[in-house]
């Protein structure tokens, strides 16, 4: 849907500049023709950037949706990447687990690592085999879920880790 | 002569500690260790004993048992791949987190051939000792066990491999399976690399 609305305005810059062409009637100077160029690739650049290729059939926010949802995604937007949502519930078993839609709406192929803590009612962070550094990749335009189960019932929030490749 | 010398010199000293990384301690599992194209690296046996821990505690099977916590008995688990590395690196892990939570009791005193046949014999003797004759101890509710596989694949210089790593949970008292996982993990690329 987004993707669409994007190639209908590139489709619209690229008249424009017909229009302004045909409107001077001049003859296209090879500076000119430079800057035509140098516009459609702006054009197209802007195009790509923002969009991401992930559509979703709730149009509200889950109801799990955390209010931490803010400072999440300014952790990732420090290595370009957005968090659309960031969700928590109880699993059947019990403990908590926690989904983060990723996103990345930059022009890159992202690799990044993350590693999720749980936390007990008091603050402390509980120690388990289960947080580890993964790894996961997000393609230009692409978006992923990162996820993680708590070690126990008792954990009841969480503290996230990120950490970008360099390659 | 002098001149020639520091021709020489100067290129290799400048080169020196771009050539030669220190040796350092890194976390154990983190990004920075070494990545390698056809092994089985210590980032990768983490990553599956983590996934294998979260949908045991996600599905609640151990919960489900009649011990409680569940008794559990470590069956095989089989390295069907090319690279050599212990099958322990993962399960004690696992063990670590479901004994030390109290979510499971691994049962080491069990079968023809135990983990512990010491505590098996002492175990026995004092049965022998008290004249019971049905076998009351231990009595486990699951088994364990799983695979670890392979699958090599390249185009042209560019390596892929893919280990799966698999676990069953069976149940002793039914013989059913209970729970299945799969955690898979691809790697690709020519040659091996320091992570990041």
Redesign the interface.
Known sequence: MIRTTDITDITNITNITNITNAATHDRPTPRRTFACAALATIALLSAGCGTVNTTYTRTTPADSAIAAQTRVNALFQEIFLTAKEVRMNR?????M?VQIDVENNGLSYK?F?YRFDWVDPAGNVIS????????TNVPSGGSTVIR?????DDASDFRLQL????? | MRTRLITVLLPVALLAPIACERARYVETGSPEGVITVGNVDMQDILKASSGMLESLAETGVLKTAKNKPAQLVMGEIVNDTSSRFDVGEMTYRMREQLVNTGQAAVVTTFGNTPEDKQAQEVLRREKFLKGETSEPLPDPDFSLTGKITQVKRSAGDTKQVTYTFRLTLTNLRSGLEVWTKTVDMTKLGNKNAVGF
Do not use: L, N
């Not at chain 1, 699993?91 to 403990?95: F, L």
């Not at chain 1, 993680?148 to 126990?152: G, L, M, R």
């Not at chain 1, 950490?163 to 390659?167: H, I, L, Q, T």
């Open positions: 699993t059947k078993g019990g403990p687990e690799t690592s388990s085999q289960m947080s580890v550094w993964k790894i993680a189960v708590a070690p126990s950490r970008e490749s360099k390659s």
